[in-house]
């Protein structure tokens, strides 16, 4: 049996649980043994081997790794003796280097035998690290000891480096004696090769003890600088380490691209291009733009944008210029979205100079006004940055297409190439254009390739058939196609009216006629030459770009859009499901699409799904064909123009299906792309709303203000029953304290207990969130609490009063969205390793409150988690992302961040990696820069370096451009080097403007200018505004002078930038979000129920839990935690409700009334309510839904329902729910893995389904068998599940669901355990087996194709495949090849002996 046979089945019987089964041990690092290559000529050794590796093999050689671990240490070290000793045989026996070469000298016709190849092997089998052995340094006793080593490693024929001489050094003289400037030359190399620790020999006779004290204390003993002996081997010891092993050596590929390590990312975080720059322009980073491109793709981007501007004609001129000119920012400057906005605002704006009316009322006035007129907004600059690479992608496609038709040229012209090529504004066209090409040239683009014996760049029409149609065009049937009329590309021009029309005339003889002189060998009859030049007529039409061009222009103009239901989706799509808001549309034209882009999303992927059809039409189907059929037909009248125009109509019929279906395809996704950039946008407005709030502002003090916050959580439990997490945080987002309380309704002791901690704390305001509709009732706990102690917040100033006053705490809802993700994800874990995940959720609430941006920033990537719209779902999730981050990136460049706090808080250096110019990569460049340079800025500048103060360059001077004034530093006034203008949004490149403003807001002239800035510096101007506290005189500054000047003197437009100076002057950085939101009713009702409008409203049939029976009503609790209320006339007329409800029953009510704010409800169980089925409104136009259609499948559902009593079905059972599968896998999606469904089966009444939740989109469904039924909708006596059989539906759920869950959950704790699918699962099996070549080893992955199911994948040797047994899991155990295992132990066990087994059944059967 192999090493790696025996490493897989490690361990027989593992006793207990202290003894460990991993075949590697991670932690400790430890490499596996390798067994040597042994060539040994003694067969008695290998023999013995043999004979003890079968012997373990007859015993079943399953070891525990302890027992493992001494065996080997005993097998090293036996073959480590008997390496030594064939070692000293070989010595003995072989000549060495110096026998060899005078034995080559004496017989010259001698060849020495190349050396054998293991020794070179056995090197490179141990790798670099042998090569770099570090050199052995003596010790301090040795320092000054002249004594020489004893051992040299060194091989033959290498110098040894010492100044001895050897006693055979002169046994082979020199044919020619050395002469005097050769010994010289030869004794100063030896002088420089002396090795440099050879010791000094110090003579230390005659001196007594006091003079070699004195020596010591003079001159040292050497201990001294044992210090720097230590740092030189550890400088050494890394310098090896970072030569001999890299990045790649130690991290899989995947983990390196997840922590942007890889090469690309070096690359990105190195080049001084703003890092979102260089990742969006990638895919074109070789494509070269002349100026006439760049003005094209202005005028392209400005024609695309401008309808949906509204502006007035006379400023489309101003707007084309403002879109060239962003341009010229993004791609010749370099600069971000931020910045552009930030400091060229004067180019997105359109200033018009007018004289001012009131001049003549009042002589001060200002004689001219300025009316600016915004042209670009922020989103329009994000916009012009996605069209850009939209065009590069365009025009990309085009130099390919020209390069292609220019090689064409030199055989032959193509008109319409020629003109339509230029003309072409979309990626479409140009596709027509490729497919033109492609078929009209097949012939000429094969002679190409194969002359230029390279691949094209082609886009093959898929299913092209242009063999068949160059037959066509080389025979005779061809002359029929001319003779059918005007070409494709004229009856294009006839009908777009491009140029005056061309009629067909009609040849003189019949078709048949004329067919009949055209046979040959291709074609040998007539009804074959029509059936031909139809075909290829057609075709022509269907590749004509201008044809296409003409049928995009009407579909996009006249199209109409419906749906078809499937088979499939005639069941599936019931009125819960969110795709029967399209079931039945039709008639949706492209307009009203484009006011709900959400529509045509969920219509695209209920396609994608089979449930229903998307059919794209005409409206004016009908004239269009005739108008098609009118410009083709000539005008003749006669039986023979009549025969000719039945031809040519059979062409076009031909020809107009296969036009329909790829322009369709075109059109929709098209319209599915342009819909997807509205709800995009509409995403990022939302996103942009949450993330534009400033910390919740306590009362009297200045909006941005930090608060103190105290936050409250019940989770999912009862505020009454179970604990109520809080934690107590400063200003400064430190915790204060943290704890539970329990019954804060009841419990006095308890309730004074927080109020003490409201006094000592004294926070400024009280949070509250949490999972259930409970949390409403702790929300009015706390609120009474409040009210009944006199809790108040701190003292403010009331402006009205001029009073200090205090006002109650206030008890506000917080949005946990955020608290949510946060508390069980491995950065809460890692910031706050000891406390439970209910009170981290509180931690995120409170920091929340405190800056809602910084918490969504710490997402990252998970932010796509959040339900920012209602059909986000429907969105590619990379774009998505990309859009919430632009948000994201103009909130952090408005709000600045504060670099050197950054540097202190984690949380705020999530920032950093949406300012301008900097990205993930480049955000930890400039950490580990900062760092480098002491972990604290003090200016802007020296971030680009400062070799006076001895800083390194952190960013290069095109980022830092971006970033500047986005990192802010704040201003210390005792620090004469600390500028005030780095505190301030104002660039770097403006501060002489802004000195200037400063200095003419103080009334100084340049003299005295002059002399304070020679005296304190650039920034003393600024300083002196500041420290004098006039920072108001600033207003009385006419700053339109000024702007004028920079105008006209010096080509500047910097109007904004004045009055960003102006702003920022008199409040540096000033908070410019927002206040803080707080939660609307259906807000707090949505984000403790799960409900929604449209989820939960008056009308619907709900099912309810009774909790309690009166005489008179009952209270109920529905499945989203909210209590309602039944009175007893809305149950029956006829019975008392005592005898219809009982405590525990759930039962089916329709909901009457609805208090979102109150969390209460009213329901009714009367047979007329229960009868009107609940139908949801859709907000249709006219003639936009198929009623007749809805009714018909309606009956049809109803015939099928009666047979199989589906939709009668209820079960007197909390976990019952009338959904279908698809319905009960949407419901338990969002919930924990193991939660429960019973549902009505499709098999009928004596059938029910039981739907748990395997894993995360794993449901399995299991048919539960009713016997012994009392009646046909009572639940059976008996259920039975396979061979397993249960009494009642509460035994079936613990005692087989619940089983098998908990099951799932060991074998998924497991350590063998591995997360992803099956594939990488293999993929991790093979890359550890790269790195560990002589181990064995097996993990356990899930089965998402059969819930229930694992697949345990084992690798036995690094050259074997990776083999995959299935492992089952059933109620209290797991089954492996049809044997039971009662835990995961057990399991490995087992699977080790099975492998052994069939490895011995397959090793007797070879024998």
Known sequence: MSNSMRDLIDGEAELDDEEDDESFDEEAGDRPRRRPNIDDSSEEEEDDEDEEEARKIREGFIVDEDEEDEAEDSDARERRRRKKRRREREEEEQLDEEDLDLIGEAIPEWERKPQPQQTKFKRLKRGHRDDHRPTERRGLAEIFSDEDEEHDDRGYGRPSGRAQADEFDDFIEDDYPEDDEERRHREEDEEVARPKDRGLNIDTTGLDKDALEDMDAIFGNGEDYEWALQLEDEQEHAERTKEDIELQDVFEPSQLKEKLLTDEDNRIRFNDEPERFQLDRKAFKNLQMTSD???????????????????????????????????????????????????????????KKMRNPNRRDDPDAPEYTVDAEKLLTQDDLWKVLDLDIRFRSFLEKRNALEQTYDKLKEKTRDDILEEMIRQAQSIEELQDLQDYLNFQYSAELKDLAANDNSAQREIKRAGGRTAQFERIRRSNAYKFVQALGISPDRLAKNILRESSKVTSEDDSRLPDDLADTLVDADFPTGELVINAARQMLAEEMFASPRMRKHFR???????????????????????????????????????????????????????????????VSLENDREFRQQLFSDFASENFSELADKWN????????????????????????????????????????????????????????????????????????????????????????????HGTFTNLAR???????????????????????????????????????????????????????????????????????????????????????????????????????????????????????????????????????????????????????????????????????YVAGLGPRKAQLLIKGINKNGGVVTSRDELVGDPERHKLPVLGPRVWNNCASFLFIEYEPTNPESDPLDNTRIHPEDYDLARKVAADALGLDEEDVKA???????????????????????????????????????????????????????????????????????????MLTGENRDSLCEGMIVAANVRVVKDDFAIVKLDCGIEGRIESHDVSYRHSIKDVLHVGQVVQAKLIDLNRKEFVSKLSMRDEEMRRPFRRHFDHGRDQWDYRKEDEDREELREKDKSTGRAQRVVNHPLFKPFNSTQAEEYLGSQPSGEVVIRPSSKGNDHLAVTWKVADGVFQHVDVLELQKENEFAVGRVLRVGKYTYQDLDELIVDHVKAMAKKVDELMQCDKFQKGSRNETEKWLTTYMDANPNRSTYAFCIDTKHPGYFFLCFKASRNSRVNAWPVRV??????????????????????KLRYQSEMLKQQSGGR
């Open 293 to 351: 491109q760049f003005k094209e793709e202005a005028r392209w981007i400005s024609n695309l944008m401008l309808p949906s501007k509204n502006l007035s004609s006379e400023l489309h001129g101003p707007f084309n210029k403002a879109v060239g000119k962003v341009l010229e920012f993004f791609v010749i400057d370099g600069v971000e979205v931020p910045y552009v906005f930030q400091h060229r605002r004067d180019y997105l704006i359109h200033a």
């Open 553 to 615: 222009k009407n579909f996009y103009g006249m199209g109409i859009v419906s749906c078809r239901r499937t088979d499939k989706g005639l069941r599936k799509i019931d009125e819960a499901n969110p795709y029967y808001e399209v079931k039945y549309l039709k008639n949706m034209s492209m307009a009203d699409l484009a006011v709900r882009p959400e529509l045509f999303l969920k219509m695209m992927k209920a396609e994608e799904e089979g449930l229903i059809e998307i059919k």
């Open 646 to 737: 039945a031809e040519r109509q059979k062409v076009i019929d031909l020809a107009f299906d296969k036009l329909v279906k790829v322009i369709v395809k075109g059109v929709k996704d098209s319209l599915r792309t342009a819909c997807q950039d509205e709800l995009l946008k509409t995403c990022r407005e939302l996103y942009f709303k949450r993330l534009d709030q400033a910390p919740y502002k306590p009362k009297g003090m200045v909006i941005g203000t930090t608060p103190r916050v105290l936050t409250l959580s019940n989770g999912m439990g009862d505020p009454n029953r179970e604990p109520v997490s809080w934690v107590s945080m400063d200003e400064d987002g430190r915790i204060l304290e």
């Open 747 to 913: 419990d006095e002791s308890q309730r004074e207990a927080l109020a003490e901690l409201v006094r000592r704390r004294q926070p400024d305001v009280i949070g509250i969130s949490g999972f259930s509709a409970d949390t409403h009732r702790l929300i009015k706990d706390v609120e009474g609490l409040v009210s009944e102690k006199g809790l108040v917040g701190p003292e403010y100033d009331d402006p009205e009063t001029n009073e200090y006053r205090s006002d109650l705490l206030e008890v506000i809802v917080i949005n946990d969205e955020v608290a949510r993700l946060y508390k069980d994800s491995p950065r809460a874990v890692a910031d706050h390793p000891s406390l439970n995940p209910m009170t981290r959720y509180c931690i995120a609430l409170a920091r929340y409150m405190q800056n809602p941006m910084k918490e969504y920033a710490a997402l990252g990537k998970d932010v796509t988690s959040l339900q920012i719209h209602p059909y986000q779902q429907y969105l590619p999730q990379a774009k998505l992302l990309k859009h919430l981050e632009t948000a994201m990136v103009d909130m952090v460049n408005l709000v600045g961040v504060d670099i050197n706090v950054a540097m202190q808080d984690a949380n705020t250096a999530h920032l950093l990696p």
């Open 1012 to 1086: 304070e800035t020679d005296e304190n510096g650039a920034g003393a101007i600024v300083r002196k505004l500041f420290k004098d506290d006039e920072q108001d005189k600033v207003n009385e500054l006419i700053l339109e002078e000024y702007a004028e000047q920079l105008e006209r003197e010096y080509q500047q437009r910097k109007r904004a930038t004045l009055e960003t100076i102006r702003a920022e002057l008199q409040v540096p950085y000033e908070e410019l979000r927002k206040k803080f939101e707080s939660l609307t009713v259906d807000q707090v009702f949505t």
């Open 1370 to 1391: 059933i109620p209290h155990a797991f089954e492996l090849m049809k044997s039971q295992y009662p835990d995961v132990r057990a399991l490995c066990n087992g699977f």
